[in-house]
Nanobody, 115 residues
Framework: QVQLVESGGGLVQAGGSLRLSCAAS????????MNWYRQSPGKERELVAT????????YYADSVKGRFTISRDNAKNTVFLQMHTLKPEDTAVYYC????????WGQGTQVTVSS
């Protein structure tokens, strides 16, 4: 049974940093690219970052490029999202995701950035 469990969200002031983690189980983690998405109230869920199975050439949304870093530890079945220079517009629920025939999602972790 696939499980994705996010953690690390919280309340932070603008300019601050947070590190999100996603612990994965129930599948061969090292074989799949992993994604971080986010969703703000009233907005569609958007892709924030993607990392391949071998951590090469990660993808970042333009809105987070240069501020966020996605990484993974295949030995620990965990993917991370390091977020720096946070802005109020980064406020959202952040979701871990991978795709194999269908999308699998975690429960999400709330990130709130105060101005």
């Amino acid at each position: 049974q696939v499980q994705l469990v996010e953690s690390g969200g919280g309340l932070v002031q603008a300019g601050g940093s947070l590190r999100l983690s996603c612990a994965a189980s129930g599948f061969t983690f090292g074989d799949y690219p992993m994604n971080w998405y986010r969703q703000s109230p009233g907005k569609e869920r958007e892709l924030v970052a993607t990392i391949t199975s071998t951590s090469r050439t990660p993808y970042y949304a333009d809105s987070v490029k240069g501020r966020f870093t996605i990484s993974r530890d295949n030995a620990k079945n965990t993917v991370f999202l390091q977020m720096h220079t946070l802005k109020p517009e980064d406020t959202a629920v952040y979701y871990c995701n991978f795709r194999y025939i269908v999308d699998y999602w975690g429960q999400g972790t709330q990130v709130t950035v105060s101005s």
